[in-house]
C-alpha cells in the first residue's frame, strides 16, 4: 500500500502516524490536481471556449461523483476551503434564523471549527449554547443528549467522531430525536468519513461538513453537504462573483443551488484531485480503510497497555486513533523524543481545549493510525514509546 504514496519513496523510515492532522496523498490524486495545472489551467463556469466548458465538465463531474459518494444530489454538495469554511457556513447561516433565548446543542468534544463559531453567534444573538453532559470517559450518549433537548432547541450541532478520543456520536439517533423538536441538525464529519462509508440520507442530517486532506485529498477543499430544502430557504453568507444571477445599486438575486453558496473562484486544481479521491477511496473500500485502521490501532493499543509508565485515555475500540501519555512526562517532549525515532505523531490540546478541561489534562499524545499504515509502523511506534521511557529514567525524568 504505502508504494502508492510517493512521500514514502523519499522518506523511507517515516512511521506516520499523524493522519487525523492530515492524511498522506496518493499518486492517482497528486496526478489529477496535476492534471488541472498541465493540461487546462483556465477559469470555470465563466468562458465559453473549450478549455474552459470541458474544465468545467469536469468541476461537475467531481461534484457528483462526492455527492454518490455521500448518497446526495449533486446540487447538495456546495465545495468550501475545508471543513472549518463549512461549520463556520452553518453558524453564520443559523445565526439569521436564531433569536434571543433560543438554545444551540454543542459539546466539550467538539473541535474548536465546530465550537468557536458558536461561541460568537452566542455573543451576538444573545442565545444559549447548551453541552451534552459527556459520561466520564468523554462520550456523547443518545441518554445525555436527551437530557438537554427542549422545545427552546433551534439546533444541534455535534462532532460524528471525536479527533482526540475517536469516540463516535449516534447521529442517526440523535437527529431523529432533535427532528422530534423541530431543530436543524448540522454534523461535523471531519474525522468519520475518512474512515467510513457516510449516508447522509440515511443519517438524515441536515448539514454535515468535512475536509478532503484528511482523506487522502487535496489540502485547500472542504464540502458543506445541506438538505436541498433547507440550502433553498438561507441566504449565503459570502458573497462575490458567480454566485449572483442579477446585480443593481441596491439589490441582488442569487444563483440557484449550490452555486449561490459558491463564491468567486473556486479551489478548482483541487477539485479535479477530489473526483480522484472518491475514486481512490472506492477502489480501496471503505469497509477495508475502516477495518485495517481500527486493527493496526489495537495491535498499538494492546502492546501500550503493556506498559506501566503509559496512561491511555480510550480503551474502547471505536476508531484508529490512541490518545496517551507516559505519566508524569509532557506530551510535547514524548513527541519530540519519538519525532527522534521518525514517529510522527501529534501532542497538545488538539484544537479541543474544552475536552482537555474536562479529562483534567493540558495536553494529550494522538497517534492516528490510516489503511497505509502496517505492522511494521507498530513496532517501530512500540519500540520509540520504550527507548523515549528509558531515556527519560536514565535522565531522572520519570521514576
Ligand atoms: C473533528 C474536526 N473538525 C474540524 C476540523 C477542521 O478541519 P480543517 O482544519 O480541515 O478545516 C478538524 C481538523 O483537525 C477536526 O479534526
Same mark, same amino acid.
Given at each position: 500500500?504505502?508504494?502508492?504514496?510517493?512521500?514514502?519513496?523519499?522518506?523511507?523510515?517515516?512511521?506516520?502516524?499523524?493522519?487525523?492532522?492530515?492524511?498522506?496523498?496518493?499518486?492517482?490524486?497528486?496526478?489529477?490536481?496535476?492534471?488541472?495545472?498541465?493540461?487546462?489551467?483556465?477559469?470555470?463556469?465563466?468562458?465559453?471556449?473549450?478549455?474552459?466548458?470541458?474544465?468545467?465538465?469536469?468541476?461537475?463531474?467531481?461534484?457528483?461523483?462526492?455527492?454518490?459518494?455521500?448518497?446526495?444530489?449533486?446540487?447538495?454538495?456546495?465545495?468550501?476551503?475545508?471543513?472549518?469554511?463549512?461549520?463556520?457556513?452553518?453558524?453564520?447561516?443559523?445565526?439569521?434564523?436564531?433569536?434571543?433565548?433560543?438554545?444551540?446543542?454543542?459539546?466539550?468534544?467538539?473541535?474548536?471549527?465546530?465550537?468557536?463559531?458558536?461561541?460568537?453567534?452566542?455573543?451576538?444573538?444573545?442565545?444559549?449554547?447548551?453541552?451534552?453532559?459527556?459520561?466520564?470517559?468523554?462520550?456523547?450518549?443518545?441518554?445525555?443528549?436527551?437530557?438537554?433537548?427542549?422545545?427552546?432547541?433551534?439546533?444541534?450541532?455535534?462532532?460524528?467522531?471525536?479527533?482526540?478520543?475517536?469516540?463516535?456520536?449516534?447521529?442517526?439517533?440523535?437527529?431523529?430525536? &432533535?427532528?422530534?423538536?423541530?431543530?436543524?441538525? /448540522?454534523? @461535523?464529519?471531519?474525522? #468519520?468519513?475518512?474512515? =467510513?462509508? +457516510?449516508? *447522509?440520507?440515511?443519517?438524515?442530517?441536515?448539514?454535515?461538513?468535512?475536509?478532503?486532506?484528511?482523506?487522502?485529498?487535496?489540502?485547500?477543499?472542504?464540502?458543506?453537504?445541506?438538505?436541498?430544502?433547507?440550502?433553498?430557504?438561507?441566504?449565503?453568507?459570502?458573497?462575490?462573483?458567480?454566485?449572483?444571477?442579477?446585480?443593481?445599486?441596491?439589490?441582488?438575486?442569487?444563483?440557484?443551488?449550490?452555486?449561490?453558496?459558491?463564491?468567486?473562484?473556486?479551489?478548482?486544481?483541487?477539485?479535479?484531485?477530489?473526483?480522484?479521491?472518491?475514486?481512490?477511496?472506492?477502489?480501496?473500500?471503505?469497509?477495508?480503510?475502516?477495518?485495517?485502521?481500527?486493527?493496526?490501532?489495537?495491535?498499538?493499543?494492546?502492546?501500550?497497555?503493556?506498559?506501566?509508565?503509559?496512561?491511555?485515555?480510550?480503551?474502547?475500540?471505536?476508531?484508529?486513533?490512541? &490518545?496517551?501519555?507516559?505519566?508524569?512526562?509532557? /506530551?510535547? @517532549?514524548?513527541?519530540? #523524543?519519538?519525532?527522534? =525515532?521518525? +514517529?510522527? *505523531?501529534?501532542?497538545?490540546?488538539?484544537?479541543?481545549?474544552?475536552?482537555?478541561?474536562?479529562?483534567?489534562?493540558?495536553?494529550?499524545?494522538?497517534?492516528?493510525?490510516?489503511?497505509?499504515?502496517?505492522?511494521?509502523?507498530?513496532?517501530?511506534?512500540?519500540?520509540?514509546?520504550?527507548?523515549?521511557?528509558?531515556?527519560?529514567?536514565?535522565?531522572?525524568?520519570?521514576?
Amino acid at each position: 500500500m504505502k508504494e502508492l504514496f510517493p512521500v514514502y519513496s523519499k522518506n523511507k523510515d517515516l512511521v506516520y502516524l499523524d493522519s487525523a492532522a492530515s492524511s498522506l496523498k496518493p499518486k492517482a490524486v497528486i496526478d489529477a490536481i496535476n492534471d488541472y495545472y498541465l493540461n487546462y489551467s483556465v477559469n470555470i463556469e465563466r468562458g465559453v471556449y473549450k478549455l474552459a466548458l470541458d474544465a468545467t465538465k469536469r468541476v461537475e463531474e467531481s461534484r457528483e461523483n462526492i455527492a454518490k459518494f455521500i448518497n446526495a444530489n449533486p446540487e447538495e454538495v456546495i465545495f468550501t476551503r475545508g471543513a472549518s469554511n463549512s461549520l463556520n457556513m452553518v453558524a453564520l447561516m443559523l445565526k439569521r434564523i436564531l433569536h434571543e433565548g433560543d438554545e444551540v446543542i454543542v459539546s466539550e468534544l467538539e473541535h474548536h471549527s465546530s465550537f468557536l463559531p458558536w461561541l460568537d453567534v452566542k455573543r451576538e444573538k444573545n442565545i444559549k449554547l447548551v453541552f451534552v453532559p459527556l459520561t466520564k470517559e468523554g462520550k456523547i450518549t443518545v441518554e445525555n443528549f436527551k437530557s438537554v433537548l427542549s422545545s427552546k432547541t433551534k439546533a444541534v450541532c455535534l462532532t460524528h467522531v471525536s479527533n482526540v478520543l475517536g469516540y463516535k456520536t449516534d447521529v442517526k439517533e440523535i437527529v431523529k430525536l &432533535a427532528h422530534e423538536v423541530g431543530a436543524i441538525v /448540522s454534523i @461535523d464529519g471531519a474525522q #468519520a468519513i475518512p474512515h =467510513e462509508r +457516510v449516508d *447522509v440520507k440515511e443519517l438524515d442530517v441536515d448539514f454535515y461538513s468535512f475536509s478532503f486532506h484528511k482523506m487522502c485529498g487535496p489540502t485547500g477543499l472542504g464540502i458543506l453537504y445541506g438538505k436541498k430544502k433547507i440550502l433553498n430557504s438561507l441566504d449565503p453568507v459570502e458573497f462575490g462573483g458567480e454566485m449572483n444571477d442579477e446585480v443593481s445599486k441596491d439589490s441582488v438575486t442569487y444563483k440557484a443551488l449550490p452555486y449561490k453558496f459558491e463564491t468567486g473562484t473556486i479551489p478548482i486544481a483541487e477539485i479535479f484531485g477530489a473526483n480522484a479521491t472518491i475514486d481512490f477511496l472506492n477502489e480501496i473500500g471503505m469497509d477495508y480503510i475502516g477495518k485495517r485502521g481500527l486493527e493496526l490501532r489495537n495491535m498499538a493499543l494492546k502492546e501500550l497497555l503493556k506498559l506501566k509508565e503509559i496512561e491511555v485515555y480510550n480503551g474502547s475500540e471505536e476508531s484508529s486513533v490512541i &490518545a496517551f501519555n507516559i505519566k508524569g512526562v509532557h /506530551s510535547h @517532549d514524548l513527541v519530540t #523524543a519519538l519525532a527522534e =525515532e521518525n +514517529v510522527a *505523531v501529534r501532542a497538545g490540546h488538539h484544537c479541543a481545549e474544552p475536552l482537555h478541561r474536562f479529562l483534567g489534562l493540558s495536553a494529550t499524545t494522538r497517534a492516528s493510525f490510516y489503511f497505509y499504515n502496517d505492522e511494521c509502523d507498530v513496532s517501530k511506534f512500540i519500540d520509540a514509546v520504550k527507548k523515549t521511557i528509558s531515556f527519560f529514567k536514565e535522565v531522572h525524568y520519570i521514576d
